[in-house]
C-alpha cells in the first residue's frame, strides 16, 4: 500500500479481556516497529522487528503483551489480561533500511486502545 | 538510557511570529534526529530528518538545527500561520534496536 496501515482505528475492551492489534508495514520494507503513546507524552518505543524476528523487545512492559511477524510483512501486537493502564494509541512504524543503516520511519495512523 | 526533554510544553503565539522549539538529548551517539508534527487524534508526520553529521535541514518555513556534541536540537518555524497549530515532537534515533526516543512535544498554538 502507500503507507502505514493499522487496525482498528478504535478498540474498546474490558479489563481482563484479549485484544489483537495489527499493522500492515510499507511494501517491502524490512524493518517494523511498535510503539506506544500515553495521553500527553511522546510515543516510547516497544518492539523492532528485522524481517520475521524481534530483534529487539526491550521495550515490552511485560509478559502480558506479545508481537508476531510471521511472514516478515503485516504485524499483530497482542496484550493478554488487558488492564487500564493499556489505554493508549499503539503506533507502528516501518522503514526500509535497505542500505544497511538507520532509515527513516513511516508511522501509521495508530490504534486507541480504551479498556474499560 | 537515552532521554529527550522539550521546551516548552506548550506554546501560544499570534500569527506572523518567528518562533523556535527546543529539544535536547542526553546521549550524543545517534544516528539521526527528526521533527514531527501530530495533530489532535492523528499519527506522526515527519517533517525534518537531520542526520549525526549534519548540522542543518530546511523546508519550507521550517529550519531545524542539530549540535550533537551538546546534545541539542532546534525547530524554528518562520512566518508562523494557524494551520501549524499542533503538538510538535522531536525523536532521535540510537541504539542497536535503531529505536526512535521521543521527547513529550511541544503543543504550539498559533492565534489568527
Known amino acids: 500500500g502507500a503507507g502505514v496501515s493499522q487496525t482498528p482505528s478504535n478498540k474498546v475492551t474490558e479489563k481482563g479481556k484479549y485484544v489483537e492489534l495489527r499493522c500492515d508495514p510499507i511494501s517491502g520494507h524490512t524493518a517494523l516497529y511498535w510503539y506506544r503513546q500515553s495521553l500527553g507524552q511522546g510515543p516510547e518505543f516497544l518492539i523492532y522487528f528485522q524481517g520475521t524476528g524481534a530483534a529487539d523487545d526491550s521495550g515490552l512492559p511485560n509478559d502480558r503483551f506479545f508481537a508476531v511477524r510471521p511472514e516478515g510483512s503485516v504485524s499483530t501486537l497482542k496484550i493478554q489480561r488487558t488492564e487500564r493502564g493499556d489505554s493508549a494509541v499503539y503506533l507502528c512504524a516501518s522503514s526500509a533500511q535497505s542500505g544497511g543503516g538507520p532509515d527513516t520511519q513511516y508511522f501509521g495512523p495508530g490504534t486507541r486502545l480504551t479498556v474499560l | 538510557k537515552q532521554e529527550v526533554t522539550q521546551i516548552p510544553a506548550a506554546l501560544s503565539v499570534p500569527e506572523g511570529e518567528n518562533l523556535v522549539l527546543n529539544c535536547s538529548f542526553t546521549d550524543s551517539a545517534i544516528y539521526n534526529l527528526q521533527w514531527f508534527r501530530q495533530d489532535p487524534g492523528k499519527g506522526l508526520t515527519s517533517l525534518l530528518l537531520?542526520?549525526?553529521?549534519?548540522r542543518e535541514q530546511t523546508s519550507g518555513r521550517l529550519n531545524a538545527s542539530l549540535d550533537k556534541s551538546s546534545g541539542r536540537s532546534t525547530l524554528y518555524i518562520a512566518a508562523s500561520q494557524p494551520g501549524d497549530s499542533a503538538t510538535y515532537l522531536c525523536a532521535v534515533l540510537s541504539g542497536s534496536a535503531r529505536q526512535l526516543t521521543f521527547g513529550s512535544g511541544t503543543q504550539l498554538t498559533v492565534l489568527p
Open positions: 537531520i542526520q549525526s553529521s549534519q
